[in-house]
């Protein structure tokens, strides 16, 4: 670890890892201490529990702000906070996004041991994804143990329901020990709000005409200081911005558009206005602790969620947000506490938002739960003790979004390495030499590659993310569903598709399904999982010339109106899947996205592809001839759970077929059961 003292004015450069040339400008604005300022620190006693303050900003990149060198944006209030304080070079996301780096942020685990590794999304969509309190222990649990209050002002988004009294939805940040919840979503958010009257939160009246939702926060920080000033607390600032779409207030808008540069990439005249504001906020949360007195005996941190949303922008690191790169995982990290944090420090310790609860406990002087994967950084904060090695680090990002596909990564030391999932395809870069990641060094360094492999697929593994393919695991039961002796084995179920009838045959053994318009039928055999894990296999057998729509499915059906199938699409070279629970359909704004069209080819009769089940969790795979490769992962909990065995009693394994105006014909399925 190296940590370099930085006066107030100078710029400096960070090095090695920290991003080679990126110069840093650091101003402070120092004034003659308040009189509560100097009375708090006469009252200040060793063993006195230090508040905890962290704003967090959503979508912000690593290089946004003056402090990390950026001369377009102007952040007066966090430089001078940097300059007075320690700014991180190396501070990472847990996550790509938001939702799964909020839940590190309030648990101190990694995403995946939480059961939230994407953004959540509104009722709408099958899964019932929340932050669990009974798998999990937060900070505000953590920190009651030593009399805090623990507020949250802001956003949440860490669970999937929008009905209801709120304190019953689940997931519900009441429900994980905070005491004061202000400001925060009521629906879902979308793509954000910024001005009242606020969609998503429409009870909340307005304090003032014309309010401005980062000013709103900032009022209601300082309240809560006020009213909490006399009792230990924990405090999360969520903004909402600088999520898009982005709206900033008009004067400050025409301030940037105005300004030099402004039509110049990667400078940003609307996120600039929008941070700005979020810039004054952190003024009045450091004059608030002042006004009370308590700066002195607070921890103050600025950080982001995930790396920033435009890619040009994040340069020289490669990628953004969605993306393992360390464009979509690095942010800024400034703490600030007038004789608790080193004053003008760069430090280059890495540290990830699941450390915040560690070292939050750390400072208030309570055990650490078991499980938390994050490591406290008081030594690097405050120069007392000695700061802990950090492992490995880890990030795991299972699904799609734009065009990233699902992959993980391991980072030791100066060392990462990004695997793709779909195929354990390997990148390996060195960052002390390499921080924009362009030069691949897996083929070169195999032992490295093989070693932070291993590490990876054992961290993988022990996240138990998706259930694993048909050749993984003991298999109890094998069931085989074929067409030998025709159609008397199984049930014919029309699913409805609101055009003609189709026609189901036998043929050499194999079904055959025909119709002169759009249709769509099952076929529904005898025997259902018996278990609430298992595998169904579909073997399509020869494929004709993919010019018309033919579409294959398997998986497990009542009948037309209630099924969960893995379906291939030939003409589109697509796999994804279809839900349909009492005639409706689940899948709406489900993954995977397109990004699959093409990707998937089974003309080759030895091609298959599986769908395998545990419980709530799902999981599609292909053989393409190279063996089972992971295409996507979801979560049909909020529609269909079959954990209950009630609900799993009157399922059978089903193949079938969609086709318009032509014919699709299959050879039978394969289930296991485990």
């Known amino acids: 670890m190296t940590l370099s003292l930085h006066p107030a004015s100078r710029r400096t450069v960070l090095t090695g890892a920290a991003l080679g040339s990126a110069a840093v400008a650091s101003t402070a604005v120092t004034g003659p201490a308040t009189r509560a300022a100097a009375a708090s620190a006469r009252r200040r006693r060793p063993g006195d529990r230090p508040n905890v303050v962290v704003v967090s900003v959503d979508?912000?990149?690593?290089d946004e702000m003056g402090c990390y060198g950026n001369d377009f944006n102007e952040t007066p209030e966090i430089d001078r906070l940097a300059a007075e304080g320690t700014r991180f070079t190396q501070a990472y996301a847990a996550a790509p996004l938001c939702s799964p780096t909020r839940a590190a942020l309030v648990t101190g685990r990694y995403p995946g041991r939480v059961g939230i590794t994407d953004f959540l999304r509104p009722q709408t969509a099958a899964s019932d994804a929340f932050l669990d309190p009974q798998r999990t222990t937060s900070v505000a649990e953590v920190l009651d143990r030593r009399g805090y209050t623990s507020g949250l002002i802001g956003k949440w988004h860490l669970t999937e329901t929008y009905s209801g009294p709120y304190r019953d939805r689940p997931g519900n940040p009441y429900a994980h020990g905070f005491d004061d919840v202000r400001v925060t979503e009521e629906l879902y958010i979308g793509g954000g709000d910024y001005t009242h009257p606020y969609f998503f939160?429409?009870?909340?009246?307005?304090?003032?005409?014309?309010?401005?939702?980062?000013?709103?926060?900032?009022?209601?920080?300082?309240?809560?200081?006020?009213t909490h000033r006399d009792e230990p607390f924990f405090l999360h600032v969520s903004n909402y911005a600088v999520h898009t779409e982005l709206v900033a207030r008009a004067e400050l808008l025409a301030k940037y558009e105005a300004k030099p540069g402004a039509d110049r990439a990667p400078n940003r005249p609307l996120l600039a206005a929008m941070l700005e504001s979020v810039d004054t906020q952190v003024g009045r949360i450091r004059r608030a602790l002042e006004a009370n007195g308590l700066e002195g005996n607070t921890l103050l941190l600025v950080t982001s969620d995930n790396g920033g949303q435009s890619r040009p922008a994040n340069a020289?690191?490669?990628?953004g947000k969605g993306e393992l790169y360390e464009g979509g995982i690095r942010v800024p990290l400034v703490a600030w506490g007038p004789g608790l944090v080193r004053a003008g420090l760069d430090a280059d310790h890495l540290t990830s938002t699941i450390d915040l609860l560690p070292t939050a406990a750390e400072l208030a002087g309570v055990p650490v739960p078991p499980g938390v994967d994050?490591?406290?950084?008081?030594?690097?904060l405050t120069g007392r003790g000695r700061q802990r090695a950090r492992p490995a680090t880890y990030w795991a990002y299972p699904h799609f979004i734009g065009g990233t596909r699902p992959h993980a990564a391991v980072r030791e030391g100066d060392l990462k390495l990004v695997m793709f999932l779909r195929d354990r395809r390997c990148e390996l870069y060195d960052l002390a030499a390499d921080p924009s990641e362009t030069t691949d060094l897996a083929a070169?360094?195999?032992?490295?590659t093989a070693r932070l492999r291993r590490l990876l697929e054992a961290h993988l593994a022990e996240l138990d993310l998706h259930p694993g393919p048909p050749d993984a695991g003991r298999v109890r039961r094998e069931v085989t569903g074929t067409?030998?002796?025709?159609?008397e084995r199984y049930t014919l179920a029309p699913v409805p598709s609101g055009g003609a009838v189709a026609d189901a045959t036998v043929e050499e053994g194999r079904l055959r399904i025909s119709a002169g318009g759009a249709a769509h039928l099952l076929a529904v055999g005898e025997q259902g999982p018996r278990g609430s894990e298992f595998v169904v296999e579909?073997?399509?057998?020869?494929?004709?010339p993919a010019a018309r729509e033919r579409t294959l499915f398997a998986g497990i059906a009542r009948g037309g109106d209630d099924y969960l199938l893995l379906r291939y699409r030939h003409d589109l070279r697509r796999v994804g899947w279809d839900l349909r629970v009492g005639g409706r359909l689940e899948t709406g704004g489900a993954e995977p996205t397109t990004v699959l069209d093409g990707s998937v080819d089974l003309a080759d009769d030895a091609s298959r592809i599986a769908l395998a089940v545990r419980g709530a969790q799902a999981a599609a795979?292909?053989?393409?001839?190279?063996?089972?490769?992971?295409l996507f992962r979801l979560d049909v909990a909020g529609a269909l759970d079959l954990r209950d065995d009630a609900v799993r009693r009157g399922f059978r394994y089903a193949v079938g077929g969609r086709v318009n105006g032509s014919a699709v014909s299959v050879d039978g399925f394969r289930a296991w059961e485990r």
């Open 621 to 630: 795979y292909a053989d393409l001839g190279r063996g089972w490769e992971f």
């Open 59 to 62: 979508d912000l990149g690593w």
């Open 374 to 380: 994050g490591v406290s950084v008081v030594p690097t």
């Open 538 to 544: 579909l073997d399509p057998g020869p494929l004709p």
């Open 201 to 226: 939160m429409p009870s909340l009246p307005a304090r003032e005409p014309g309010e401005y939702l980062t000013d709103r926060l900032a009022a209601e920080v300082e309240d809560f200081v006020a």
């Open 483 to 487: 067409f030998d002796a025709g159609l």
């Open 316 to 319: 020289p690191l490669r990628g």
């Open 444 to 448: 070169r360094r195999g032992d490295d």
